[in-house]
């Protein structure tokens, strides 16, 4: 601590831009500060990066909690939501010149994720933060050392204390983080359970899944908010290997409708289930809402850009001589944006798919019998999903979730039909079958879908050029702060707003990165090109095997990892997306 007080005082009064010289290593009584990336103007965003190293052997961290990959998830989440509440009751924040001499950490949700903020070796655990150094004078260009010291050696100090030591926590605290930690091990539990039993979904009982609003995912706190209850007849027992077991419903393969009136629940059970591809922090509600992994929700998107994708089996060739067997569009009608979020998704591995009947085109979905009247089948060259839905199923094994609240074909088509009535779900299956008869399976299977698409050498061009100021940057991956679901990449303004199972922004941050290290493999590769799914299952495995560090980030400790399903959408997306053509 002497070393870096002497340093800063070297530097006090002068330049802002001379707090380049505190990059490196700096060592504390109980812990290792670290520079790592330095802003040159106060009040930067993104901020200075630094890092702090804590010995394990003196955080004493319980041994069991870091023996498995998910409990490490879980411990890290811990310790960066922890650091993130040291911050809010240690540091005084913003006490420089343009918002500067501020602590923060990277945007959290309610999710655990997988991100390159808090990190582990066999000795020590390190957690990577933002840091605004604190900048005073006319317009903010000299550097503050004395409020820097202030924030170093009192505030940093005090938080770190409060994050990592074991010792340190009050009974409540570890109670929580032993929480932390049982929800991923059980997590784990219920999804062995589900492969063996062939479940998509798990919605334990007593679940909160009711949000506070559309724009804050934290659990609503009325009192009149109901729990979940299982129907008694798809009610099942999970028996965990501590002698507990957790009780809930159960979800099988196949077709399952969620109907009911307005404003009871449906579609809140659908936001729950696509969430529950993500494991949740303790007291969200939704901790043991489990889905399988390869779940994706399915959306009309018009507008969308659409490159090279057979969506013949949905929509036959359309006028003006247009095929739809190598489909592409810069502005997709609803129903061809919503037949190519099919196929993109299938092709790319998922084999779960989730409509809500309030974001699909209509007609799409179903064609009644009254229009048929009207319209002659040769002037519709659109096949109804209803149409297709059981031989999707049963020849591509593709399960399906829909909420639908005035199509009641899709229940003539469901293996399981739920009723959400008041927020209580019912099993309506048999009642459905009494009224409507046995599930109607279709005349004419779905046709096959085309080879999968494979990926031309030049694609993700990371360079941008001003063409105003006749300028180019090889580089621009950037995040919109005013438009979370929004990336610049490129020459390219990626739109995410439609893909809803995105969690929190850092991924959005991350896709692009991702797309980074794609461009350098693609290149590599030009000479034997690969399907999407290919290089989306490539990039997992190489992060699983060696973190995010793979992406190479200009500003580490800012990525939190997307499944690899969100990045095939975002590949699809992509404006300049270039296929392979023989």
Same mark, same amino acid.
């Given at each position: ?9 070297? $530097? ?23 520079? /790592?990336?330095? &802003? ?9 990066? +630094? ?15 870091l023996h498995t990959a998910e409990r490490k998830l879980a411990v890290a989440d811990f310790l960066i939501r922890r650091f993130r509440d040291g911050i809010a009751r240690f540091a005084q924040q913003n006490r420089g010149k343009d918002g500067s001499g501020s602590f923060s950490t990277i945007a959290l949700s309610q999710k655990m994720l997988i991100r390159d903020s808090v990190l582990f070796d066999d000795d020590a655990v390190y957690l990577r933060f933002m840091i605004s150094l604190p900048a005073k004078g006319q317009g903010g260009g000299v ?22 030591? %074991? ?22 539990? /219920?999804?062995?359970?589900?492969? &063996? ?31 979940? &209850? ?7 027992? $999970? ?17 399952? #409708? ?52 057979? $969506? ?13 067997? #190598?489909?592409?569009?810069?502005? +997709? ?26 974001? #699909? ?12 009247? $009207? ?21 591509? &094994? ?7 609240g005035g199509l009641g074909y899709f229940l003539q088509k469901a293996d399981t039909c739920l009723l959400m009535d008041n927020y209580r779900c019912d099993d309506i299956t048999a009642k459905v079958r009494d009224r409507l008869g046995g599930i109607a399976e279709e005349d004419t299977p779905i046709s096959d879908f085309a080879v999968s698409r494979r990926l031309a050498a030049d694609n993700f061009d990371s360079a941008y050029t001003n063409q105003r100021l006749n300028k180019t940057i090889p580089k621009r991956i950037k995040d919109l702060r ?6 610049? %990449? ?83 997306? /992509? ?8």
């Amino acid at each position: 601590m002497n070393k870096l007080h002497s340093l800063l005082t070297s $530097i006090a009064d002068q330049s802002f831009q001379n707090i380049q010289k505190l990059r490196g290593s700096h060592h504390f009584p109980r812990f290792e500060l670290s520079f /790592i990336k330095m &802003q040159g103007s106060p009040g930067a965003n993104p901020a200075s990066i +630094a890092s702090v190293k804590i010995p394990l052997r003196d955080s004493k961290i319980p041994e069991n909690f870091l023996h498995t990959a998910e409990r490490k998830l879980a411990v890290a989440d811990f310790l960066i939501r922890r650091f993130r509440d040291g911050i809010a009751r240690f540091a005084q924040q913003n006490r420089g010149k343009d918002g500067s001499g501020s602590f923060s950490t990277i945007a959290l949700s309610q999710k655990m994720l997988i991100r390159d903020s808090v990190l582990f070796d066999d000795d020590a655990v390190y957690l990577r933060f933002m840091i605004s150094l604190p900048a005073k004078g006319q317009g903010g260009g000299v550097f503050d050392a004395e409020q820097a010291w202030i924030m170093l050696s009192q505030e940093l100090v005090a938080i770190v204390d409060a994050s990592f030591f %074991y010792q340190h926590y009050d009974e409540q605290t570890r109670t929580l983080f032993q929480q932390f930690v049982d929800v991923q091990k059980t997590r784990v539990e /219920i999804i062995r359970f589900m492969q &063996q039993h062939k479940l998509i979904a798990f919605i334990a009982n007593d679940a909160k899944l009711p949000r506070q609003s559309g724009v804050d995912d934290r659990p609503a706190m009325d009192e009149s908010v109901k729990t979940f &209850q299982s129907p008694a007849s798809l009610q099942i027992i $999970i028996p965990l290997s501590d002698g507990r077991s957790i009780t809930g419903m159960g979800i099988n393969e196949g077709i399952t #409708c969620i109907t009911g009136g307005g404003y009871h629940g449906k579609s809140t059970l659908m936001r729950a289930i696509l969430a529950g591809v993500y494991a949740h922090i303790p007291g969200d509600g939704r901790e043991y809402v489990v889905t399988r992994e390869d779940a994706f929700f399915i959306r009309a998107e018009e507008g969308r850009s659409i490159r090279h994708v057979d $969506i013949s089996p949905f929509i036959s060739d359309l006028p003006n001589g247009l095929k739809t067997d #190598c489909f592409s569009s810069d502005n +997709a009608s609803g129903s061809t944006s919503q037949a190519a979020n099919i196929v993109e998704a299938i092709e790319s591995g998922s084999r779960l798919l989730l409509f809500d009947e309030d974001t #699909c085109a209509t007609n799409f979905l179903v064609r009644d019998e009254l229009i048929k009247k $009207i319209l002659d089948v040769a002037q519709e060259p659109i096949k109804p999903l209803y149409s297709t839905v059981r031989s999707l199923w049963k020849k591509h &094994q593709v399960s399906m979730i829909f909420v639908v609240g005035g199509l009641g074909y899709f229940l003539q088509k469901a293996d399981t039909c739920l009723l959400m009535d008041n927020y209580r779900c019912d099993d309506i299956t048999a009642k459905v079958r009494d009224r409507l008869g046995g599930i109607a399976e279709e005349d004419t299977p779905i046709s096959d879908f085309a080879v999968s698409r494979r990926l031309a050498a030049d694609n993700f061009d990371s360079a941008y050029t001003n063409q105003r100021l006749n300028k180019t940057i090889p580089k621009r991956i950037k995040d919109l702060r005013n438009a979370p679901r929004q990336l610049e %990449y490129g020459m390219d303004l990626l739109n995410l707003d439609a893909v809803v199972q995105i969690a929190e922004a850092p991924q959005i941050l991350t896709i692009g990165y991702c797309l980074l290290a794609l461009r350098t493999k693609l290149k590599q590769s030009a000479d034997k090109p690969e399907t999407i799914r290919f290089w989306i299952d490539w990039l997992e495995e190489e992060i699983t095997k060696h973190g995010l560090a793979v992406l190479e980030a200009d500003y580490p400790g800012t990525l939190s990892m997307p499944r690899k399903y969100e990045l095939a959408a975002a590949i699809n997306r /992509i404006r300049s997306l270039r296929i392979f053509q023989k």
